[in-house]
């Protein structure tokens, strides 16, 4: 993480302090921690940045799964209807068969 404070740059700069300017201590996960200057609205600005790029990330794995969902929806679908098929063609030949054997029992 690097500081975005312009000190030279900035027209905020009085007599050492800027009403925008942030000091905050960041430990990265290897060395030393390091004091990192930031402008309130320049960080702002970048972390805005990286929530749309983690939005725009999410959406489009969330319309992957929702693409694969409906894939797996249609097989299931087709899959069920298959074997309502099959269960009615059962049915119909007992009653052919029952139909057509005389009754035992009389």
Request: charge should be positive; proline fraction near 5%; hydrophobic fraction near 30%.
């Amino acid at each position: 993480m690097d500081s975005t404070c312009r000190k030279n740059e900035c027209g905020h700069w009085n007599d050492g302090k800027c009403p925008f300017s942030i000091e905050v201590w960041w430990k990265p996960s290897e060395g030393n921690p390091k004091l990192v200057l930031d402008c309130a609205p320049i960080r702002t600005m970048i972390m805005v940045q990286e929530l749309y790029n983690q939005t725009i990330s999410l959406q489009k794995a969330q319309e992957q799964q929702r693409n694969e969902s409906k894939k797996l929806m249609i097989s299931f679908s087709a899959m069920v209807d298959h074997a309502l098929k099959i269960q009615t063609e059962a049915r119909r030949q007992e009653r052919r068969i029952s139909e057509k054997t005389p009754d035992i029992q009389s």
